[in-house]
């Protein structure tokens, strides 16, 4: 009588359905979990911004242990020298000039309001509008005031709490700091240890698989983040180049605003103008429409030639994806998420489309569902190997070019498994 013994069938259906048991307790308990996720990503926030930190300052550690003949300790310090230095001389500058612009946008809203009434007021009688429509759309400063005021004594409480906060904070930024400085310095021996874990629980052709993949993912996300830092950057400063020259108020407030949320692909244009224009429009209605057409040019200037020039083709994405990018991340994780949901989805679609061309070569098809041709075909019928799995766009990858996205065949990332190294 033979004696039944569990096989790998066995195993795989099992994890199905423990997976789905999971699944199903996971989404009846969504805020029990939510809570677990939030402690737990609490507890680790300050060591992922320190990776976050750290990220942000591999490439100019790199470059200075490069000239330094491989000092790299001397490198970390420069490169955490030269930061410091570059925010302290930008808050310097740049928040005096914000206070300044503030105070003048609180001190004259008086004024401000008045002028605006005053032009809806005046539309409306060009355009025949009903005086009780215009009244509806008229804001008076006690308004204003008022609502100011309510806005304040309900988060009177909430004081205290946030004076904690702040302490909690700059122990968080304390652990940060201290948690990026440790991972610069031992990057190799950390690399070398992920290495080792990959090749030592996964068959060699899927660790090699593994590390070309997480290769790929930090070539994308450094270039496009580190990249769009830049182009926001050059942004801001031609912002306030033209405002300044077209004589605006608050050119400085206005150029940090259209700055910072240009870091958002897609959507961050339009998430500056918009408050930026209801600024302007206060002051002076004609500087607001100025400023409307010059934005508008700045963002065709950026989108058609100056993001190009420095991000190139980073993650090959159509525009609807990139606007699925956005909306998900955004959802899910806030600003952060608007911003590296991009080359996140990046990569996963590049996962996806390396594996739905293995799926159609396998099947001997084109993405057109047509019969896969051999390479080499020639009208006597002496064909060679099958050719790439390509449609109507052509190789069937994110970037569509020649290469696949992700090779199969030989990892370019070596595994450093001496860990005392």
């Not at 307790?25 to 680790?44: E, I, P, R, Y």
């Not at 970390?76 to 001389?89: E, H, P, Q, R």
Request: include cysteine; glycine fraction near 10%; proline fraction near 5%.
């Amino acid at each position: 009588m033979n004696k039944w013994r569990p096989n790998h069938r066995f195993f795989s259906s099992l994890a199905v359905v423990l997976i789905g048991i999971t699944f199903y307790l996971a989404m009846s308990n969504l805020d029990l979990v939510h809570g677990a996720l939030k402690t737990v990503l609490d507890v680790l926030a300050p060591f992922i911004w320190g990776f976050v930190v750290a990220y942000l300052l591999d490439a100019p550690v790199r470059w200075f242990e490069k000239k330094l003949g491989g000092r790299r300790i001397l490198s970390i310090l420069i490169s955490y020298l030269l930061a410091v230095a570059v925010l302290v001389l930008l808050l310097s500058f740049v928040i005096p000039q914000l206070v300044q612009s503030v105070s003048m946008l609180i001190n004259n809203a008086s004024g401000y309001l008045n002028n605006l009434n005053g032009v809806v007021n005046n539309w409306g009688n060009r355009l025949n509008i009903d005086p009780e429509v215009t009244s509806g759309m008229l804001v008076s400063y006690a308004d204003l005031m008022n609502q100011a005021t309510q806005l304040v004594t309900k988060f009177m409480p909430e004081i205290l709490n946030y004076g904690m906060a702040v302490g909690s904070g700059v122990v968080s930024a304390l652990t940060a700091f201290i948690a990026s400085v440790y991972m610069l310095m031992d990057k190799h021996k950390l690399l070398g240890q992920l290495h080792k874990i990959t090749y030592a629980f996964l068959p060699l052709p899927k660790a090699r698989r593994v590390l070309t993949v997480c290769s790929h993912a930090n070539q994308v996300f450094s270039g496009f983040i580190i990249g769009k830092i830049i182009d926001s950057a050059i942004i801001g400063v031609i912002c306030f180049v033209g405002m300044s020259l077209l004589g605006m108020p608050f050119t400085l407030l206005i150029s940090v605003i259209v700055g910072v949320t240009n870091v958002i692909p897609f959507f961050g244009p339009f998430i500056g103008a918009i408050p930026s224009v209801m600024i302007l429009l206060m002051a002076s209605p004609i500087d607001a429409i100025k400023f409307a057409i010059f934005v508008l040019a700045l963002q065709q200037f950026d989108g058609n030639i100056l993001g190009p020039k420095i991000l190139g083709d980073s993650t090959g994405l159509s525009a609807i994806w990139v606007l699925v990018a956005i909306i998900v991340g955004g959802g899910l994780f806030g600003f952060a998420g608007m911003v590296v949901g991009v080359p996140t989805f990046a990569v996963l679609y590049s996962l996806t489309s390396d594996f739905l061309a293995d799926r159609l070569k396998a099947k001997g098809i084109t993405a057109n569902g047509e019969p896969l041709e051999p390479v080499g075909h020639d009208p006597q019928g002496h064909g060679r190997q099958a050719g790439p799995v390509s449609g109507a766009g052509g190789q069937f990858s994110l970037f569509h070019n020649k290469k696949r996205a992700f090779p199969q065949t030989e990892c370019n990332c070596q595994a450093k498994v001496d860990t005392e190294k």
